[in-house]
């Protein structure tokens, strides 16, 4: 055996503590981005789901346009931003109803509230184990307003669409301009 001291040394009992602590520190905030990307993706259906029946509307109105079902002067709220804009879209938020006989969302002749089928636990769409969701929990509101300096010419179309995703209500807003021009 040699006389020569030991250049071995191990960690002190500081070192050990703090690396803990920056182990346990690191841990916890993984446990939190988990937690949130959980959250999220809970709610993504629902998201999904918002954002679509957000552009049908849009759709809806634009095709109202094109079609010539509706003059310029209808393709506006029935109260809208005069009190008295006289078109046929229902002002405020709307339960999420099939359009009626007019083809056109959020007017008076409006049906019954929309369903919409989901994948079940195989994934598939068209399979035994799909999923009927009434739409129950969502709102819609279509908002027309003339552009200013446009001369009547120009409107701005907002839907929002409003929902329960878990404990959160969520809302999601699509906005567009239309012209007189189709």
Same mark, same amino acid.
């Given at each position: ?6 250049? @071995?040394? #191990?960690?002190? &009992? ?9 182990? /346990?520190? +690191?841990? $916890?905030? !993984? =446990? ?52 008295? @804009?006289? #078109?046929?879209? &229902? ?9 009626? /006989?007019? +083809?056109? $969302?959020? !007017? =008076? ?74």
């Amino acid at each position: 055996m040699s006389n020569q001291p030991s250049t @071995d040394r #191990g960690f002190s &009992l500081i070192e050990v503590c703090i690396a803990t602590s920056v182990l /346990a520190v +690191g841990l $916890l905030a !993984t =446990a939190g981005v988990l937690a949130t990307g959980m959250q999220k993706l809970s709610s993504s259906p629902t998201d999904v789901i918002a954002t679509q029946k957000a552009a049908e509307a849009i759709e809806s109105v634009f095709s109202a346009r094109d079609s010539h079902k509706l003059t310029w002067a209808q393709l506006q709220n029935v109260k809208g931003a005069t009190g008295n @804009d006289g #078109g046929v879209f &229902l002002d405020g938020p709307q339960s999420l109803k099939l359009e009626g /006989a007019d +083809g056109i $969302l959020n !007017t =008076a002749d409006d049906t019954t509230v929309e369903t919409m089928t989901l994948p079940g636990p195989d994934q598939k769409i068209g399979t035994v184990d799909d999923v009927i969701v009434t739409l129950s929990g969502y709102t819609r509101e279509i908002m027309i307003r003339n552009v200013p300096n446009e001369n009547g010419m120009l409107r701005s179309v907002t839907v929002t669409i409003t929902y329960q995703s878990g404990p959160t209500t969520k809302t999601y807003a699509l906005m567009t301009y239309i012209s007189n021009y189709s």
